[in-house]
T-cell receptor, first 114, second 116 residues
Framework: DSGVTQTPKHLITATGQRVTLRCSPRSGDLSVYWYQQSLDQGLQFLIQYYNGEERAKGNILERFSAQQFPDLHSELNLSSLELGDSALYFC?????????????FGEGSRLTVL | GDSVTQMEGPVTLSEEAFLTINCTYTATGYPSLFWYVQYPGEGLQLLLKATKADDKGSNKGFEATYRKETTSFHLEKGSVQVSDSAVYFCALKWKNSGGSNYKLTFGKGTLLTVNP
């Protein structure tokens, strides 16, 4: 158990819909990262938050947005969903001290867009 | 920008065979390098890492050596087991990227299947 919790584990929805994925980082971790994993693109970095502020952006579509709340949990919002958005979405957190270089990943949220 | 290229899979081996998964990188400066493993149905977890040239990371019988001259970090294991079946990801972190501005760049992953 990595200590990172993601919900829901599975989600099936239709094109054009909007979904929200939730992530709770390890206790005390300030950074949250979102990654998208698909068969053709591999593991793609979407966005990073640190203590409530956006720190880095990767290949995140304009239809997607995220935020980190004061209690440090994060949400990834995906709107106007398309078939190609079907993927496994991972959240990861990293501590502020020690074990430099290690991200702790949740088990992922599998999104299927029909 | 920084990038990681790892060998295309899938790789299928028999138990006790020797494993090599190639990984090369492109980066400015001297990044730290990592191998992550993803077992079926789970998230990624750190397998091993190396933070400077000529460092060797090792864990669970796996090894990888940071080769600056060839910009490589190949993963090796002398004798694989069925339980090693997983997806393996090579990743890099730019050396001066730390604190609140830290990012890992991953390769596309290599699926390893070990048959009994």
């Amino acid at each position: 158990d990595s200590g990172v919790t993601q919900t829901p584990k599975h989600l099936i929805t239709a094109t054009g819909q909007r979904v929200t994925l939730r992530c709770s980082p390890r206790s005390g971790d300030l950074s949250v990262y979102w990654y998208q994993q698909s068969l053709d693109q591999g593991l793609q970095f979407l966005i990073q938050y640190y203590n409530g502020e956006e720190r880095a952006k990767g290949n995140i579509l304009e239809r997607f947005s995220a935020q980190q709340f004061p209690d440090l949990h994060s949400e990834l919002n995906l709107s106007s969903l398309e078939l190609g958005d079907s993927a496994l979405y991972f959240c990861a957190s990293r501590g502020t001290s020690g074990r430099s270089g290690e991200l702790f990943f949740g088990e992922g949220s599998r999104l299927t867009v029909l | 920008g920084d990038s990681v290229t790892q060998m295309e899979g899938p790789v299928t081996l028999s138990e006790e065979a020797f494993l090599t998964i190639n990984c090369t990188y492109t980066a400015t400066g001297y990044p730290s390098l990592f191998w992550y493993v993803q077992y079926p149905g789970e998230g990624l977890q750190l397998l091993l890492k190396a933070t400077k040239a000529d460092d060797k990371g090792s864990n669970k019988g796996f090894e990888a050596t940071y080769r600056k001259e060839t910009t490589s970090f190949h993963l090796e294991k002398g004798s694989v087991q069925v339980s090693d079946s997983a997806v393996y990801f090579c990743a890099l972190k730019w050396k001066n990227s730390g604190g609140s501005n830290y990012k890992l760049t991953f390769g596309k992953g290599t699926l390893l299947t070990v048959n009994p």
